[in-house]
């Protein structure tokens, strides 16, 4: 079982920055490839970033990329998103997620674990 809890979200004007963390339990964080989706309100879930279990490779949804930062810290069993030069339509609830295989993955159905989620507003 793995638990994986989020923080770091908030209002932020336009042009702003924040710094989204996920907290992962267990003890093969470092073993993990890591994910962050994101919803928001009347939308489907969208794939964000994703990170492999050293931290060296990183993937980007188009939307994003240039502006956010995927980062790990396998010591402190936490995965993070900077987000920079952030817009409106980056406003949505964000999650991090556990993969169930050892490559990358843009679907959801392929993470087994999910954070409860943490609200990013970007305000105009």
């Known amino acids: 079982q793995v638990q994986l809890v989020e923080s770091g979200g908030g209002l932020v004007q336009t042009g702003g920055s924040l710094r989204l963390s996920c907290a992962a339990s267990g003890r093969t964080f470092s073993t993990y490839v890591m994910g962050w989706f994101r919803q928001a309100p009347g939308k489907e879930r969208e794939f964000v970033a994703v990170?492999?279990?050293?931290?060296?490779?990183?993937y980007y949804a188009n939307s994003v990329k240039g502006r956010f930062t995927i980062s790990r810290d396998n010591a402190k069993n936490t995965v993070y998103l900077q987000m920079d030069s952030l817009k409106p339509e980056d406003t949505a609830v964000y999650y991090c997620a556990k993969s169930r295989f050892a490559y990358y993955s843009e679907s959801g159905w392929d993470y087994d674990y999910w954070g409860q989620g943490t609200q990013v507003t970007v305000s105009s």
């Open positions: 990170v492999n279990p050293s931290g060296g490779s990183t």
